[in-house]
Every structure is written in structure tokens, then in C-alpha cells.
């Protein structure tokens, strides 16, 4: 076995703090970003056609369901390998998903072709953009595939544990369609067409950042097609498929509502919901940083054997962030009504109790985030796959009942969700972690009292000022937000934490370790 020389993997606290510090950064630059861009797609599109925007990205994530296999699970075995020190190893786990990647990218590519073109006659499509939807869903697809390959190139910086390196080159991709989105639209008009071409470009961008992360973190992990490897493709996709089936239960949760009211209730409705959507990602994107700063040091501990350190570090997460996602889920529930009226105009204004449905149980739901971390760490996947999967179904069948036989319409695509996922969480996710660390089953689920009642305890703060104040400009809105957090954040540090939890937090605020 050829030991590792240069690649390490360093889960100190110090790296730890310097992940947080890039990914708060960058997740607050990604957030303005986007907010921008939707406001900027719905004044040059309109609200119908800028339905079609996020539903194509929906749309060619379902393929995610085959990729996944390959690239929910290299980083894991990657980070086992460099935690090892198994030089050989490693380079096969690299090599084997890389080129199993981009066979299969080729392979999905007929499938791209097919659903960009027959995309007008799946979808209810604006009259006049059946060929804008078209490139649109083409564009979408292809920068999927890349991502697909780009998985494998971004993996040796996950097993590095240099997760903000990520979070930054993401940014920037980001960044760079929403700059291509502006100057097409300035030089050529606005079209569909060139928001499929700038999520291309985006994708080539974050493809060409991960390449020089992965180059300069992990010179000794070469390309060298000797090195794939079908016992290691086995591995990989033993624990990939069924990360596989989770990701589709997960789209059906995450992905499928928006599906769901184009065909269910039309374009227009799809682009009215669609915003509101967007805040709930974005919140969900939020816990989703912890918990992927935390895996890489949950698979460590794994691989030592140390559950009594994995439960208290997942102790710690759960309570830390289900208390500071009460804030910002709060207040997107609270004062949704003047939020919608500033970022989008009256029209979606009027859709606030929407946007409390889709955002209020996230205080649960983001929460449980890191237990994913958890899963995958212990390589213990199948059963999370099949219930996500059953979950995901109920959650379409639910949608499309109250959506349209009840009558509820958007309300119901909202509800649905809602309903589901909290209760897979709760029921499911919180229990099957207790089993799977051997602690109480009431380990975990003691602390949803505390989370829940801070949201609800923001969200009503944050409504009455709502209904007593008139919010009628970003700086007062802006201001609200913080002294509301100002009062919130001190409480919840003293009241939330134990002794213990807070002096972990001051260690991790600390100039050093």
C-alpha cells in the first residue's frame, strides 16, 4: 500500500472555522445573487414564461437519480482512503467514478436531446416559447451532465475537508450566469434561449474551478484509466444505489411541486409559486452547508469507531441549528407579505400564507440536515433510500389531491410537502439515527419542543410588526430583520444551550483552537 504524502484530511477546529467563515460568505453573496436574477427573469419574461426557468433545472435533476449512484457516495470512500493514508486507493476510488461519470454522461445525453425536444408537448408552455423551452431544457441538461462529471473532480477537496474552497467556486458559477443572463439580455432581448446557454456556462466554470481545486489539493490523485476499478465501482455503487432511490424521494419532496403545478394548475400558476420556492431552497440550502461541513468529520470518526463523539457532535448540531434556522424560517414566514411586495410586486404580495406554509416546518426539516451526514458516514443508507422514496410518492399523490380534486390549488401543492416531510423526518429519520448510534430513542427527538416553539415564537413577532408597521422599503424591512435577531439570537445562546454547547460554540468563535 503506496502511503499518501501531501493529501491530508484535517478536521481541526481551525478548519472547521475557516469552512463556516467561506460558506457564510459565499451563502449570503449566492442568496443576493439569486434574489436578484429572479426579480431581474419575472420584469424581462414575465411570470409564466420565468416558470419554465427553475422547472427546467427541476426537470434535468430527476436524471440525478442514475448519477447519484456514482456521485453521492466517491466522496465517502475517498475520505476513508486519505483518513487511511492508501495512496493506491485512493487513486482508484478517483479514477473509477470519474470515467464511470462520463460514460454515463454520454449515455443520459440521447435522454437530454429527447426531453429538450419534446419538452412543449410535456409541459403547459407559454404560446410562442415552445422553442425557447426547447434550448432552455437543452442548455439545463447538458450543464447537468457536466455536473455529473464534475462530482468526481470536486471529490478530492470534500475528502480534504476544504469545503469552502467549494462553496466558493459554486459561488462563482453562480455569479458568472447571472452576469451571461444580464449581458445576453441587454444585447440580444430577453430570451429562453439564452438562459439555458448561461446555465452552460455556468456549469463549464464551476467544471474548470473544481479541476484547479482538485490539482493543487490532491497532486498525487492522477487520471490513469488503468486505475478503474470494478471491485471499487461495485463499492461505490452498493452504497450509490441506494442513495440513488433517496434521491428520488427527495426530488419527489424537493423538485416535485413545481412539476406538479404546472401540470396541474398551468404556466402561470408554476411562476407564481416558483419564487416562493426559491426562499424555501434557500433556506434549505442553508442547513444544508452545516451538515456537509460536518460529514467529512462524522466519516472520521466512523472510521475510528467513536459513536459516543458522533452523538454528541450530532447533539450539538441538531439544537444549534434547528435554534438559528428559527430565524431566518421565522421571519420569511412573519414577514413574507412585505418581503413578496418588495422583491416581486403586489401580485405575489398576495400569496404570503403560501410562503408560511412552504417555509414554517423547514425549522424542523433544515434541522435534521446533519442526520444525512450521519447516514452516509455509517454507510447506512438502504432503509433512509426506501422510506425517502415511499415518502416522496405519498407527497406527489397528496399534492396533486389537494392541488386539484379539493380545490385548495397552491395552498395544497404547499400543504402536501409540509405534511409529508415533517412527518418522515420526525417519525423516521430522528428514530432510525437513534437505532443506528445505539442511544435512546428520545435522544433526539426531545429537542424539537425548543425549535419549534422559537420559530413559531419569531414568526409571530415578525407578523405583527407586519401588520402594525408599514415595511415599505428594503432598509426598514432589513432593519426589522435585525433587531428582531438582536433580541432572538442572545436568548436562544443563553436559554437553548447547556453549559457544555456554548462553550463548544466559543471554542469554534475563537482565534484559535
Known sequence: MAAMSSVKLDISMERLRGNLLIKAICFVAGAGIGFWLTQYLVRHLGVATFGLVPLATNISNYMAIVTVALSGSVGRFLVVDIAEGD???????????L???IVLAFLLLPVVAALAWFSPEILDVPAGEETGARWLLLGAGLAFLLNAIASSLAAPAFATNRLGLLQAVETMSVLCRALCVFVFFTLLGAALWQVGAATLTMAL??????IILWRRLAPE?????????????REIVGM???LSVDRLGTLAFKQADLLVTNLVLGARAAGLYAPLLQVAILL??????????????????SVSGDKRRLISVLQQAFRTLGL?????????????????????GEEYAQLWPVLGIVTL?????VATTPFLGIQKALNRVLWPGIVTLIMGVANIALAVLLAGPAGWGLYGVAAAGAIVLTAKNVIFTLLYSSHILECAPTTFVRVLLPIVLSTVLVAGVARYVATVMSLSSWPLLVAVGLAIAAIYYPLAYRLGLNTVQRKRLQRLASTSA
Open 221 to 233: 490523485l492522477r487520471v490513469n484509466p488503468r486505475d478503474f476499478d470494478c471491485k471499487k465501482l
Open 240 to 242: 450509490g444505489g441506494w
Open 87 to 97: 495512496r493506491d486507493s485512493a487513486n482508484q476510488t478517483f479514477n473509477t467514478s
Open 99 to 101: 470515467f464511470a461519470s
Open 324 to 344: 438559528t434556522m428559527a430565524l431566518p424560517v421565522g421571519l420569511a414566514a412573519g414577514l413574507g407579505e412585505p418581503l413578496l411586495r418588495l422583491w416581486l
Open 361 to 365: 416546518h423547514l425549522c424542523i426539516n
Open 205 to 210: 466554470v464551476g467544471q474548470s474551478g473544481y
Open 284 to 301: 434549505q440550502r442553508l442547513g444544508a452547508t452545516a451538515a456537509d461541513i460536518l460529514t467529512p468529520t462524522f466519516i472520521a470518526y
